[in-house]
């Protein structure tokens, strides 16, 4: 058993396909509703409020995967998706992504700045620079953006949306209808930003929002990542494998954001767990074999070459032990590249064949996965946070809502009782969930 611990631990679901196993579309534990069905968002949604989650996050892909006809790979635009979520739900906070590399700043700001009034103050924006080549061609472009471009063109991306969501002070709109008075003079401004990528004049055509602005959300974990996050981010959805290289992690980004001048208590690091939860750990293993043997190996070898940039595995054996050689560089990768690296040192740990590796990456594409009983998880859970390699979790069950309902009925008590998790939601924002202060305007 781990040593006591007052500070409370963050949860989020990520909601993705019918749970978060390349399989678990094709499970008979998997539910039945279409992906498209926005009842299956909203039963979801309130699941997780139930069970008193921090929030839920959606992903997103701004092309469509080469694999579709063999796995669900789509799914609603999220930004559209939280609107319809809004109302089926009153705490829980929503947190949807949206892309630096193919947004404009004026639209996304006016977006989840509506979202946050229309919410109450619920909205987090997890911050993405789309690394797809699919991705470019929907937008006009013939390849893929340098790392360094996508993350320099974030940067100044970061820099205008913050600038329009201050350019209303918080008192700004009087809305004194006897005088005649809506707004008060001088506390709306513009920002007359120019740019490398970017004019914009502003200010933003609406108030400011509950939050003041959005949660901030990011999950690049490459040195260019981390340093974005330690600038920006509030919470960084990260991929970790292991408790150590995650401990690693957790201090490096702490540190960072103390360089940055930044309270390190304000930017949570939330790494993913995709568990299978059953009432033994026989019965958890074997379902965790039965998505195994549901995987479909030229998926998983696609998936791979994506995140490789296109790289071609399929010269290799699939059941020879894969050598670090056999894999590109991580530094030569354009794509996701932090992603890449947690593949190549999985590769060196584990003497994995390439057949196991997709196995292995089918589970949760790089996320920490596990099999066990709800006590097991809970301990978990709790061994990483106060051994300092997480503040919480980004919940991503292997099958949905299956996984989900185990977790909410028996893991979540079992968490509370330790002291660990919240018995009632105390705020009424996102950022009251997460602990966060609501930002000044500069």
Same mark, same amino acid.
């Given at each position: ?19 978060? /196993? ?44 080469? *694999? !579709?006809? =063999? ?25 949807? *992504? ?18 946050? /009034?229309?919410?109450?103050?619920? #909205? ?49 709109? !009087? ?17 007359? =930003? ?11 055509? $609406? ?8 949660? @901030? ?10 340093? @974005? ?11 970790? $494998? ?29 790494? %993913?767990?995709?568990? #299978? ?19 479909? *190996?030229? #998926? ?7 995140? @490789? ?35 190549? %040192? ?14 292995? $990456?089918?589970?949760?594409?790089? /996320? @920490? ?41 028996? !893991? !979540? ?30």
């Amino acid at each position: 058993m781990t040593r006591p611990m007052q500070r409370q631990i963050h949860l989020n679901l990520f909601i993705q396909s019918r749970g978060h /196993h390349e399989a678990s579309w094709r499970h008979p534990a998997a539910s039945p509703r279409s992906l498209t069905d926005i009842e299956y968002f909203r039963d979801l949604a309130r699941r997780a409020e139930a069970g008193l989650f921090d929030s839920i996050f959606l992903a997103d892909s701004l092309a469509l995967m080469d *694999t !579709v006809t =063999h796995t669900a790979a789509t799914w609603l635009e999220p930004i559209t998706t939280l609107g319809a979520l809004t109302g089926s739900t009153s705490r829980i906070g929503l947190i949807a *992504t949206a892309s630096t590399t193919y947004t404009e700043p004026f639209n996304l700001a006016r977006q989840f700045g509506s979202l946050d /009034h229309i919410s109450g103050g619920r #909205v987090g924006w997890n911050i993405v620079t789309s690394w797809l080549a699919a991705s470019a061609r929907n937008y006009g472009g013939s390849g893929l953006m340098s790392h360094e471009e996508r993350y320099d063109r974030g940067e100044e991306f970061m820099s205008v949306v913050k600038a329009l969501w201050d350019s209303w002070s918080d008192d700004a709109v !009087v809305d004194d209808r006897a005088s005649g008075q809506y707004a008060r003079p001088g506390h709306i401004r513009p920002i007359d =930003h120019a740019g490398k990528y970017y004019r914009v004049a502003g200010p933003l055509n $609406m108030p400011r929002g509950p939050q003041g602005r959005p949660v @901030f959300v990011q999950a690049g974990s490459s040195d260019t990542g981390r340093r @974005f996050a330690a600038r920006h981010a509030e919470a960084v959805f990260t991929a970790q $494998m292991e408790k150590k290289t995650a401990q690693a992690f957790y201090a490096d980004l702490k540190g960072l954001a103390a360089a940055e001048g930044r309270c390190p208590e304000h930017v949570l690091i939330l790494p %993913g767990l995709s568990p #299978v939860i059953a009432a033994t750990e026989t019965e958890a293993r074997r379902l965790a074999r039965e998505l195994t043997d549901l995987t479909d *190996t030229n #998926v998983g070898l696609k998936r791979l070459s994506s995140r @490789f940039g296109g790289h071609d595995f399929s010269h290799l054996p699939l059941d020879k032990p894969l050598a670090p050689g056999d894999l590109p560089d991580p530094g030569t990768v354009e794509a996701a590249r932090s992603r890449t690296e947690v593949i190549v %040192g999985l590769v060196k740990r584990e003497n994995f064949t390439l057949r196991q590796l997709l196995a292995y $990456m089918a589970g949760a594409r790089g /996320h @920490f996965t596990t099999a066990g009983t709800p006590e097991q998880i809970a301990d978990l859970i709790e061994e990483w946070v106060s051994d300092g390699a997480a503040d919480g979790f980004n919940l991503m069950p292997a099958i949905l809502p299956g996984v989900l309902d185990v977790f909410v009925d028996e !893991v !979540v008590p079992l968490l509370q009782k330790r002291g660990l998790f919240r018995t009632a939601y105390e705020g009424a924002t996102l950022r009251d969930h997460f602990g966060l202060p609501r930002p000044a305007r500069v």
